[in-house]
């Protein structure tokens, strides 16, 4: 299987109070954690005026995050073999930004991101035989299993509150049915 990486500079939004996307003009490296969001991003994806922004500014948080997707053909106690999709790794780093200012100080011009300054990561139980069958109708018990696919999802958000605005996201790998 061939795995093609795919960019989506078209951000994809998330929130609990229903912000925009944003541009997408954001530069990001997911490798080093470092970049630069421009305040139009920022502006446009809250929803917010520059005077907003200059207030506000100190309380917008980047995060790094990243998801690591694998699909499985499992067989349990029942024989049946189904697909099932485990998170091998959930991650996201807290990030370092600093805003920066337009000449003359009046106007945010947008964050340089310098780095993580802590991270958490999760992973789900593997479905290695003798492992708990993940779903109950087909027993107690996996079998047999066999990798499929390998899905990675890295994101760069920025946050207000319970609002988050996707900025960048990288895929590698194929869609798998979650």
Same mark, same amino acid.
């Given at each position: 299987m061939?795995?093609?990486p795919?960019?989506?500079?078209?951000?994809? /939004? @998330?929130?609990? #109070?229903g912000a925009v996307p944003a541009r997408a003009a954001?530069?990001?490296?997911?490798?080093?954690?470092?970049g630069y969001v421009d305040a139009e991003d920022v502006l446009h994806g809250f929803g917010w005026d520059e005077g907003k922004l200059l207030r506000e500014a100190g309380k917008v948080t980047f995060e790094h995050h990243t998801h690591v997707a694998e699909s499985w053909s499992v067989t349990c106690?029942?024989?049946r073999p189904f697909d099932a999709v485990r998170t091998a790794q959930g991650m996201t780093e807290f990030l370092t930004a600093t805003a920066?200012? &337009? /000449?003359? @100080?009046?106007? =945010?011009?947008?964050? &340089? =991101?310098? @780095?993580?300054? /802590?991270? =958490? $990561? $999760? #992973?789900?139980?593997?479905?290695?035989? @003798?492992?708990?069958?993940?779903?109950?109708e087909h027993g107690e018990t996996v079998r047999t299993s066999r990798l499929q696919a390998i899905t990675t999802t890295r994101k760069l958000t920025a946050e207000h509150g319970t609002t988050y605005v996707s900025l960048v996201e990288l895929r590698t790998g194929p869609e798998l049915n979650e």
């Amino acid at each position: 299987m061939r795995l093609l990486p795919v960019l989506i500079s078209a951000a994809v /939004a @998330g929130s609990l #109070t229903g912000a925009v996307p944003a541009r997408a003009a954001a530069s990001f490296d997911f490798l080093t954690n470092t970049g630069y969001v421009d305040a139009e991003d920022v502006l446009h994806g809250f929803g917010w005026d520059e005077g907003k922004l200059l207030r506000e500014a100190g309380k917008v948080t980047f995060e790094h995050h990243t998801h690591v997707a694998e699909s499985w053909s499992v067989t349990c106690d029942d024989s049946r073999p189904f697909d099932a999709v485990r998170t091998a790794q959930g991650m996201t780093e807290f990030l370092t930004a600093t805003a920066t200012y &337009r /000449a003359g @100080g009046t106007a =945010i011009a947008g964050f &340089r =991101i310098t @780095g993580s300054n /802590a991270a =958490i $990561s $999760s #992973t789900t139980p593997d479905f290695s035989p @003798g492992n708990p069958c993940p779903r109950s109708e087909h027993g107690e018990t996996v079998r047999t299993s066999r990798l499929q696919a390998i899905t990675t999802t890295r994101k760069l958000t920025a946050e207000h509150g319970t609002t988050y605005v996707s900025l960048v996201e990288l895929r590698t790998g194929p869609e798998l049915n979650e």
